[in-house]
């Protein structure tokens, strides 16, 4: 959603930073608003910005959090070696570059193992090599850790890379949820066929053009997802197979 759409107002209800005026949050079965510590035993959060203390280390800001979280040393351990950070963690916060902080506040995000992590912007104000990386650690955390991730963002294109599900909000309106299929297959550019021969077309497509991500409509177009400068090399196939 584009700003002032209550993105980051949804995600403060949801780490129980704000109190909703009306509405009730449920988390893995438990009420926010009955059940607080149930609720908040599965969820971590980073909203705005990474709240470090900028006069300690980034190693003091991951030992001081830890004992606020009841985390023993070997997950610290751990976790200093999830950020990547090497000799930069004992430099102070307040020294760190955008991504340095990023990283960081992710790490003591996820310091306490959560199920379900709430990033608010979390490529905001980063240069290009530091968007890369935080993709990266984001679909590590939910490919290897299983952890779902919820993230706000008016960047489509940076979200397309790691998004399954999508839900556009529009002053404080949930205007549709989508899965990232049915997003491309609204949004994404394709080519349109028209052929005589429908099945025969589908198998060429799969078999000698590698191409799998397709649609037969009901009157026999095919929408095809490929890159457009495929075209000719389509057509070509289906000129030497007599469609």
Known sequence: GPNGAGKSTTMKCMASLLYPSSGTIIIEGHDLAKERELAL???SAMIEAPGLYPTLSGYENLQYFAKLKHVDQKRVQEIAEFTRLGKNLKKRAGQYSMGMKQR???ALAMLAAPEFLVLDEPINGLDPEGILEIRN???RLNQENGITLLISS??????ENLATQYGFLSHGKMLEQISAKELKDKCG???ILE???AGQMAVI???ELGITEYKILPDGHFNIYAPPERKEEISRAAILHGI
């Open 41 to 43: 035993q599965y969820v």
């Open 205 to 207: 497509l799969e078999k």
């Open 189 to 191: 550019t394709y080519i």
């Open 195 to 197: 052929v005589d021969d």
């Open 137 to 139: 650690i984001l679909l």
């Open 104 to 106: 960081l506040g992710l």
């Open 154 to 159: 008016h960047i489509l294109s940076e979200l």
